[in-house]
């Protein structure tokens, strides 16, 4: 990192990877800053076009991406998603040394292992469900068959956000089993609300982001399956200060502790997915990113410039700079393709953006493109992000469905109740 060179005024020419409503969120915001050069974003959406340049790249492929950040001299990559991270992006372009916002591949085990993630805790002594790793499905098969209920199977690798079954019975939790290949981790189910807490660290300093909720269920009152998120609000109406706190200093600060100790340091963004259980807040998983949904309604409440956080955390200069958040609520409705979760229905026309829009809501686009004839159409499972702010959260959820009854798109569906309070 000490080949990057340090804080400058000068502009920066940044590449964002990524296509969804995270990176729409993050481009829209990066293109308001005075120090954005060019913006290039891979493999972006018909959102992300509107403000920045759109390439196709082999984003999860290292060699790549540093080739095509020195050939067009960037200056800044911003990664979105845990794939890239996974796969050593991050490493290949700070060997090429290019500033970049995101772990190295050791440092991304937090995401990509459930069993060391879990072996951290254990060796730290940092509050998570008791556990045990199995090599695989068919020796986990007899403590799965007489663990206490409920028990909760997961697949010890990236999943994107399947692969976890909390299972009433026994034998649920077999049938669990025999979709896994590969490692497993069988753990204690904790009990409580769940939470989702942020930072962003340089490696050494720490900048604690707002804290967000996700609503991970397809339907209303958290009925039906996962989803990678329906909606999301900021703050959290659950993660008190006090709590928020109690995370930080037991679970956050003693992992970034610990991988510092061990020679990966961790550098980017932390997603800290919490159960705050009657003993405090326990950790459930690590993300090693920033969330989707969640960093819809985090953009929509950031008033600082972006390009200046994310180049100090991206150089070590973390120190010198404190974003600034609005005091305002924010909240995100995810309009997803009917059939989503399983089978989305890509390819029906949406209307009415800009009169959703003329609300003052930002439409962040997560999977559209444009169609031969230039029409918006649905191109992924989720494809918008109505997001709004407000003074609270029932006003800024106001505010979200008004302009939801702009947009006229016959192919898609949205939950009602994103930031109901209860
Ligand atoms: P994960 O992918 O590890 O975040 O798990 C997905 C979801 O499964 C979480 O958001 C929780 O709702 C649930 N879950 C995971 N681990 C546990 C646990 N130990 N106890 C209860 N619920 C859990
Ligand atoms: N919204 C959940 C996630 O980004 O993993």
Same mark, same amino acid.
């Given at each position: 990192?000490?080949?990057?060179? #340090?804080?400058?005024?000068?502009?920066?020419?940044?590449?964002?990877?990524?296509?969804?409503?995270?990176?729409?969120?993050? +481009?829209?915001?990066?293109?308001?800053?005075?120090? +954005?050069?060019?913006? =290039? +974003?891979?493999?972006?959406?018909?959102? @992300?076009?509107?403000?920045?340049?759109?390439?196709?790249?082999? @984003?999860? !492929?290292?060699?790549? &991406?540093?080739?095509?950040?020195?050939?067009?001299?960037?200056?800044?990559? &911003?990664?979105?998603?845990?794939?890239?991270?996974?796969?050593?992006?991050?490493?290949?372009?700070?060997?090429?040394?290019?500033?970049?916002?995101?772990?190295?591949?050791?440092?991304?085990?937090?995401?990509?292992?459930?069993?060391? *993630?879990?072996?951290?805790?254990?060796?730290?002594?940092? #509050?998570?469900?008791? %556990?045990?790793?199995?090599?695989?499905?068919?020796?986990?098969?007899?403590?799965?068959?007489?663990?206490?209920?409920?028990?909760?199977?997961?697949?010890?690798?990236?999943?994107?956000?399947?692969? =976890?079954?909390?299972?009433?019975?026994?034998?649920?939790?077999?049938?669990?089993?025999?979709?896994?290949?590969?490692?497993?981790?069988?753990?204690? +189910?904790?009990?409580?609300?769940?939470?989702?807490?942020? @930072?962003? *660290? !340089?490696?050494?300093?720490?900048?604690?982001?707002?804290?967000?909720?996700?609503?991970?269920?397809?339907?209303?009152?958290?009925?039906?399956?996962?989803?990678?998120?329906?909606?999301?609000?900021?703050?959290? #109406?659950?993660?008190?200060?006090?709590?928020?706190?109690?995370?930080?200093?037991?679970?956050? %600060?003693?992992?970034?502790?610990?991988?510092?100790?061990?020679?990966?340091?961790?550098?980017?963004?932390?997603?800290?997915?919490?159960?705050?259980?009657?003993?405090?807040?326990?950790?459930?998983? %690590?993300?090693?990113?920033?969330?989707?949904?969640? *960093?819809?309604?985090?953009?929509?409440?950031?008033?600082?410039?972006? =390009?200046?956080?994310?180049?100090?955390?991206?150089?070590?200069?973390?120190?010198?700079?404190?974003?600034?958040?609005?005091? !305002?609520?924010?909240?995100?409705?995810?309009?997803?393709?009917?059939? %989503? #979760?399983?089978?989305?229905?890509?390819?029906?026309?949406?209307?009415?953006?800009?009169?959703?829009?003329?609300?003052?809501?930002?439409?962040?686009?997560?999977?559209?493109?444009? $169609?031969?004839?230039?029409?918006?159409?649905?191109?992924? /499972?989720?494809?918008? $992000?109505?997001?709004?702010?407000?003074? !609270?959260?029932?006003?800024?959820?106001?505010?979200?469905?008004?302009?939801?009854?702009?947009?006229?798109?016959?192919?898609?569906?949205?939950?009602?109740?994103? /930031?109901?309070?209860?």
């Amino acid at each position: 990192m000490s080949t990057i060179p #340090p804080q400058s005024a000068q502009s920066v020419d940044i590449l964002v990877l990524g296509g969804g409503g995270r990176e729409h969120a993050l +481009c829209w915001r990066l293109r308001q800053s005075p120090r +954005c050069g060019r913006l =290039v +974003c891979a493999p972006g959406n018909a959102g @992300i076009a509107e403000v920045a340049q759109i390439t196709a790249l082999a @984003i999860t !492929d290292p060699a790549a &991406v540093a080739a095509y950040a020195v050939e067009n001299s960037i200056g800044l990559v &911003v990664v979105g998603p845990e794939d890239s991270l996974v796969a050593g992006v991050a490493d290949a372009l700070r060997a090429a040394g290019i500033a970049v916002v995101g772990p190295s591949g050791a440092a991304a085990e937090l995401e990509a292992s459930k069993g060391f *993630t879990k072996d951290l805790c254990a060796q730290y002594g940092i #509050p998570t469900a008791r %556990y045990r790793r199995f090599a695989g499905a068919a020796d986990a098969h007899h403590y799965v068959a007489v663990h206490p209920l409920p028990v909760v199977v997961k697949a010890d690798g990236l999943s994107s956000g399947k692969g =976890v079954t909390v299972a009433e019975s026994n034998e649920e939790g077999l049938a669990a089993l025999a979709e896994i290949h590969g490692p497993v981790v069988v753990e204690q +189910c904790l009990e409580g609300p769940e939470a989702s807490l942020f @930072i962003l *660290t !340089d490696g050494q300093t720490v900048r604690i982001l707002p804290t967000a909720q996700d609503h991970k269920r397809l339907h209303d009152g958290d009925e039906g399956p996962n989803t990678g998120g329906m909606g999301a609000v900021s703050p959290s #109406p659950r993660l008190t200060p006090e709590l928020q706190q109690q995370a930080l200093d037991r679970i956050v %600060y003693p992992t970034l502790a610990a991988m510092r100790e061990r020679g990966t340091p961790f550098q980017g963004f932390l997603y800290a997915g919490l159960m705050l259980t009657a003993d405090g807040p326990m950790l459930i998983e %690590y993300n090693v990113r920033l969330g989707d949904p969640e *960093t819809q309604v985090l953009m929509m409440r950031l008033e600082s410039d972006l =390009v200046d956080l994310l180049w100090a955390a991206a150089t070590g200069t973390l120190a010198s700079v404190e974003p600034r958040f609005s005091p !305002d609520a924010a909240v995100t409705v995810v309009m997803a393709a009917r059939g %989503y #979760p399983w089978q989305p229905v890509t390819g029906t026309v949406i209307d009415g953006i800009d009169a959703a829009e003329s609300l003052g809501v930002k439409v962040f686009h997560a999977g559209t493109r444009r $169609n031969d004839a230039g029409q918006l159409v649905a191109a992924a /499972g989720r494809v918008l $992000n109505i997001t709004a702010l407000g003074h !609270d959260i029932s006003e800024a959820r106001a505010l979200a469905y008004a302009a939801i009854r702009k947009i006229s798109w016959d192919g898609g569906q949205y939950r009602r109740d994103i /930031g109901k309070a209860g």
